[in-house]
């Protein structure tokens, strides 16, 4: 991985400006993808600080990796990232995949330590795993409140 020159992290754009799951790291260390909002089927707008997951139309992948939504329903429950913008349908932007981030969401239910999963939740955030079949994409840091602070591990 490497520093790209340019690398916004707010930015969202009608037009792709960078290739689509290019990975890029900053100098606080994390790293980030740069994907595709779709809005899904119950067309949840996407919420910087919130839960992105693999977009998977009612729940049925197609393999997609570079296209998220925070529409649970239209994900397969794999965590795709942290959004760092607010996209619009079918726009483009980054999401955090690597390091530590505070959510703008509470988490569904959580303790410190705890692993994290899509399975379970509400759109947008996060639940306690609690089968072996659910993935795994982050650990609860600090799962108080309304601003949890997470590790991630997604599979970027």
């Known amino acids: 991985m490497s520093y790209i020159i340019g690398m916004d992290l707010s930015e969202v754009s009608d037009t792709a400006t960078f290739n689509l799951g290019q990975k890029g790291m900053n100098d ?3 790293t980030y993808k740069y ?3 779709d809005t899904g089927a119950g067309s949840v707008a996407a919420v910087s600080g919130q839960i992105a997951y693999y977009y998977a139309p009612s729940g049925a992948s197609a393999g997609a990796v570079n296209v998220c939504t925070s529409d649970l329903s239209d994900s397969a429950e794999i965590g795709a990232g ?14 955090q995949i690597g390091g530590t981030t505070t959510m703008s969401i509470a988490l569904t239910a959580g303790a410190d330590g705890d692993p994290l999963t899509p399975t379970g939740s509400g759109d947008g955030t996060l639940d306690v795993t609690g089968a072996a079949t659910s993935a ?3 650990y609860a840091v600090d799962a108080a409140g309304a601003a949890p602070i997470i590790a991630l591990a997604f599979m970027g």
């Open 28 to 30: 606080d260390g994390n």
């Open 35 to 37: 994907v595709q909002y």
């Open 82 to 95: 942290v959004l760092q913008s607010a996209p619009t349908d079918a726009q483009y932007c980054w999401i």
């Open 136 to 138: 795994v994409c982050a």
